[in-house]
């Protein structure tokens, strides 16, 4: 339900009219809500810039939040909404936020009853719905854009290759293997292998929760690329549960070396590449 | 119409690729190479791809003839230098290059060579050991 002319007009009359009892109202309000996660100051601070939005937006004969003399007032929610959702503030709170004018507004129109309050007050209380919802939306906007951020970040630093010895790298895997990050790992570690130069890498899967199909999948296709290149891979870091899972699935490792744990792997990739450790040396000796 | 040199380095030849393979250029590898072989001797064959962009299933069988027509000559091939990109383009296609051997890069397709002919050099030797202590 859009404001008529006179309606808007009316309120900022209302909203300039009683401009410190509304704001002083709005931030009880809130402040009772938040539970004092914020302080007195910061939060009449931001009832009175958006008390002062909605006056402009009104005097200039605002109908709908929509429409373009909202400009100003949505920018103002939206600041309000995000910092409330970087702030760690959940859904309901934020809405209150701005739903407590709607008291705010009540009690100062219940004083100075007449016919046309009550139409005035369904139309105002509309607008502040519509405020509402928008918050609403800005919230789970800045939201959504701090959990795709924090995706991307992981990302970047859960797969970090490391050289273990000359000639041998090895990738400690971390977390669940979705597509997208396996084709990182897969990437970055047949980059390593051309720059580095190693003939062997070593897949350490001790930080993956869970082997199905899929990421199993994802592993046998990043050993079959390292084979192409010339470089041999080993599966480590198995666990008796994960060994289970396996073979309950009845994915085949085929003839890819496949050993328990990294130093294991690291002894069978060193006993191929010949370097004689010295407790071999002491047992073949004796 | 290109064609792809071969050079010697002491018993093993090695055919850098550098241009867009067509099937002339290709055949004309195979021929040339097969001359060399028989003609130097050599018992090793590196094919380097490090420039190829590109492997589709026509260079793919290309290699694979080459690495075919080279065993039959008695000589080991050796593909190297395959790209990350190139190789996850493969997995992705199914093709697994069957019967071609690989190396990170030149050096340690040399290696892999001069490895795998010592071995058979062992096994000839200890084929004879054994035949003349079962004749003795």
Redesign the interface.
Known sequence: MALSAEQSGRLAGLLTEHADRLTERWTEIVAGSLRGRLSQAELSRQARELHRSMVDAARQGLADLADQHGGELRAVLAELSTSRARQGFSATETAISVFALKDALLELMEEGRDAGTLRDFVAYSALIDQMGLFTFESFVRTREGLIADQAEQLLELSTPVVKLWEGVVAVPLVGTLDSARAQVV??RL??T??DT???YAIIDITGVPAVDTQVAQHIL?TV????????DCIISGIRPQIAQTIVALGIEFGDIATKASLADALRHVLRLTGVETTSRRARRES | MERVPILKIGDILLVSIQVDMSDQTAIQLQEDLAERIVATGCHGVIIDITALDIVDSFVGRMLSTIASISKVLDAETVVVGMRPAVAITLVELGLSLNGIRTALNVERGMELIAASRSDEWDEADVDEDAETTATS
């Open positions: 897969m990437e047949l980059q292998l051309v130069g190693s003939p296709k079959v690329a390292a084979r192409l290149m010339g470089a």
